[in-house]
């Protein structure tokens, strides 16, 4: 009777629990566990992957605010001040731009394959600006560099989306993408010193020798290792024709899509209002570098722990359009705490919210 009892409750305990239409089956278990360990990258594969993927990031940030520090030397030397807004801009307006549409290219065909394209672009360009004779040379290589740079960013999104489950999206996010601020530290400064000290040429000749080789090992172990499974609308999308799975794409809404550019400006503030150094306007820059930084490995940490995203999306939003107001108050008078506080608050706003988006992803 004890026993019956025993059972009785068991039985309720398990149907509360667990409902019949819920109650997960041996058969499924198997097949789910047998998905999840061939669908994701795990042990030496992942290391391997990820330690790849760093430096192609750590390459980005370097492009994206070396050229800040170093624009007054090249206006020098290519005798043309009429180009200086170029030189900075026509990489990070093909970056900004192109991130929207290049995010569905992934999603629509071949992630090694469109990440394979994009870091043959990358090469290309960093090798024309490189060796540009002309200021004209010089922005076309930059242009065709930030249109590689861009796949690069959401290629390297895409990879780490497909290695690794979901719960472990935003960690991994955070080995990747947080070297990006490291780089943005210590590019200014060494930009700075070689234009002060040598050339602007010495910031741009090493880099056909030093990203081929990483884009190299990068693209091969992408190729190697990343062959991940398709989810069921993902399928229905690569099953339509080119042409449709094209115009499936938001053409418009790239081309309205633009970034705020005030990254490429602040170090010209420095040395052509301010009288400062391109080493010390390099220095400066650190700040808005130091609140991304902190405030990505911060956010990553509590959207790993409690699951949310939504909110820090829409405070990053609001912490970046107060700190680019703020920062418009900079004049000739601006004392150095009050500019590290505001460039400061603008990195801790990039830094909250600019990652969720890949996190919603």
């Known amino acids: ?172 996010y955070r080995y990747v993408l947080s070297v990006q601020g490291v780089s943005a530290c210590t590019a200014p400064i060494f930009g700075g010193t070689s234009t002060d000290k040598l050339t602007w040429r010495c910031i741009v000749y090493p880099k056909p020798a030093r990203n081929l080789p990483i884009g190299g090992v990068a693209l091969a172990m992408v190729m190697l290792f990343v062959k991940p499974k398709l989810s069921k609308q993902a399928k229905d999308i690569r099953s339509l024709p080119p042409l449709q799975r094209l115009k499936r794409m938001d053409w418009a809404g790239t081309i309205i899509f633009l970034s705020a550019f005030y990254l490429q400006y602040i170090p010209i503030y420095f040395q052509a209002i301010r009288g400062t150094s391109a080493l010390h306007g390099g220095v400066r820059m650190i700040a808005i570098d130091a609140g991304r930084i902190v405030f990505i490995i911060i956010l990553s940490i509590l959207v790993t722990k409690f699951g949310h995203y939504m909110p820090y999306m829409t405070d990053g939003t609001i912490i970046t359009a107060i700190a680019a107001g703020l920062l418009t108050m900079f004049d000739i008078d601006t004392s150095t705490a009050r500019s590290t506080a505001f460039m400061f608050l603008a990195g801790a706003g990039a830094g909250t919210g600019g990652n969720q988006p890949f996190t919603a992803l």
Request: with cysteine.
């Open 1 to 172: 009777m004890d026993e019956e009892k025993d059972k009785l409750s068991r039985s309720l305990v398990e149907k509360e629990i667990f409902p019949e239409d819920d109650q997960p089956k041996p058969k499924e278990l198997l097949e789910n566990v047998k998905d999840s360990s061939d669908r994701y990258l795990t042990g030496w594969r992942l290391t391997l992957v990820t330690i790849s993927l760093v430096p192609g990031m750590f390459l980005k940030g370097v492009d994206s605010s070396v050229i800040g520090v170093a624009t007054p030397g090249i206006t020098t030397s290519f005798h043309t001040i009429d180009d200086l807004a170029w030189y900075g801009s026509g990489y990070m307006l093909p970056h900004s731009t192109l991130q929207p549409i290049l995010g569905a290219f992934y999603k629509s065909f071949n992630v090694r394959y469109v990440f394979l394209i994009s870091i043959v672009i990358f090469e290309v360009g960093s090798c024309l600006y490189a060796a540009a004779p002309t200021s004209a040379a010089f922005i076309i290589g930059r242009v065709i560099a930030g249109c590689g740079a861009a796949g690069l960013l959401q290629g390297t999104l895409a990879i780490v989306g497909l290695s690794v489950p979901k719960r472990k999206i935003p960690l991994y």
